[in-house]
């Protein structure tokens, strides 16, 4: 039939996901989309080293699109072994080489974070602390300032009550990325984990101070602090088992 003869000859042309969608047209279609030398045509667009062989890895070329076209959906994980009440959080801000923040944090402060944002906070700064991103964040009483032209740096250690171990989370980096639209001063550091885990690197622990503008010029006003992991964590069980990995002395 024609128009049979002009669908073998389009279809080698279609990506994957497009030859699947016609299998849904008609019974027809789905018989003539079937042919497995169709899907070594699509599979030759992602794995061209691949379709050289005489037969397919799989039984059939059908079968290694459908399990490789699309990342695998993220596996659930187990429940962590550590919790927020296991935990607490040492934080300390320099301005210059002055101490101008230093306080022991329990975990869940960090876990319950910033309720309501204060009264002042930009449009931009409000949506991002009421977005669905997993945060961890600590209200700042009583605020402080800092002069943008100062240096600021800041370390973060946590330590683990069942145990009495400390890892290390940031060492003295310095807030060297100023979003004024945003209102975030932000640093980071790459975490340290245990020789257990030593395909594991990377990382990186990010910690934000939250501002407003304050009355004199080139002085911000902190209101918060903020940490997060999202280059590879972004839950409260993904964060733990993240906690549960570092480097424990």
């Not at 969608?21 to 018989?31: A, G």
């Not at 980096?173 to 979003?179: A, E, K, L, M, V």
């Not at 002085?219 to 940490?227: A, C, L, N, S, Y």
Request: proline letters at 7%; glycine letters at 4%.
């Amino acid at each position: 039939m024609l128009w049979a003869e002009v669908l073998k000859a389009v279809f080698p042309f279609l990506e994957g996901t497009d030859l699947a969608s016609c299998m849904l047209v008609s019974k027809q279609w789905r018989e003539i989309a079937q042919d497995d030398y169709l899907w070594k045509c699509a599979c030759a667009k992602r794995w061209p080293s691949i379709c050289k062989r005489p037969s397919p890895p799989t039984l059939t070329y059908y079968k290694l699109f459908q399990t490789f076209h699309k990342r695998q959906q993220r596996r659930t994980l187990l429940p962590p072994r550590l919790s927020f009440n296991d935990l607490e959080f040492y934080i300390d801000i320099w301005t210059e080489e002055r101490l101008i923040f230093s306080e022991v944090v329990p975990g869940p402060v960090l876990q319950n974070g910033i309720r309501v944002p204060p009264p002042g906070v930009c449009d931009m700064l409000r949506f991002h602390l009421e977005g669905p991103e997993y945060k961890m964040m600590l209200p700042v009483d009583p605020r402080f300032t800092i002069p943008l032209s100062h240096t600021v740096s800041v370390s973060v250690l946590v330590g683990r009550k069942d145990s009495n171990k400390v890892a290390c989370i940031i060492n003295k980096s310095i807030f060297d990325y100023i979003d004024r639209t945003a209102y975030r001063a932000l640093a980071f550091d790459y975490l340290d984990f245990s020789p257990v885990y030593p395909f594991v690197s990377g990382i990186r622990a990010w910690i934000s101070l939250l501002f407003m503008d304050h009355g004199s010029e080139g002085v911000i006003d902190v209101f918060g602090i903020e940490m997060d992991f999202c280059d590879a964590a972004n839950s409260e069980e993904e964060v733990l088992w993240l906690f549960d990995m570092l480097d424990w002395k």
